[in-house]
């Protein structure tokens, strides 16, 4: 049975730090990219992140880039998502999903095969 299963969220302040962590079971972790997307109220969902386990590769949405750090554990697997200068606009529902393959655009939701139940970052002012 695939899973993904996300943790770290919280409240944090704006300027802050949370670390999220994904962790993968039942598929074989080297032959997907994992992707982080994030939903605000009243918002679509969007990729903020992503990696490929097989070469390592990235990608980070403009409005992250420079704050936010994916890294993949593959003897683990599992895919942490470092998120430094937090915003108020980072507030979001954080969900990792799996595709197979490897980066190669920017992440589309529709393209992601499995996703996890998601965890609520929220950021003050």
């Known amino acids: 049975e695939v899973q993904l299963v996300e943790s770290g969220g919280g409240l944090a302040q704006a300027g802050g730090s949370l670390r999220l962590s994904c962790a993968a079971s039942g598929f074989t972790f080297d032959d997907y990219v994992i992707g982080w997307f994030r939903q605000a109220p009243g918002k679509e969902r969007e990729g903020v992140s992503a990696?490929?386990?097989?070469?390592?590769?990235?990608y980070y949405a403009n409005s992250v880039k420079g704050r936010f750090t994916i890294s993949s554990d593959n003897a683990k697997t599992t895919v942490y998502l470092q998120m430094n200068s937090l915003k108020p606009d980072d507030t979001a529902v954080y969900y990792c999903a799996a595709r197979w393959g490897v980066i190669t655009h920017t992440p589309v939701p529709s393209f992601y095969d499995y996703w996890g139940k998601g965890t609520l970052v929220t950021v003050s002012s």
């Open positions: 990696i490929s386990s097989s070469d390592g590769s990235t």
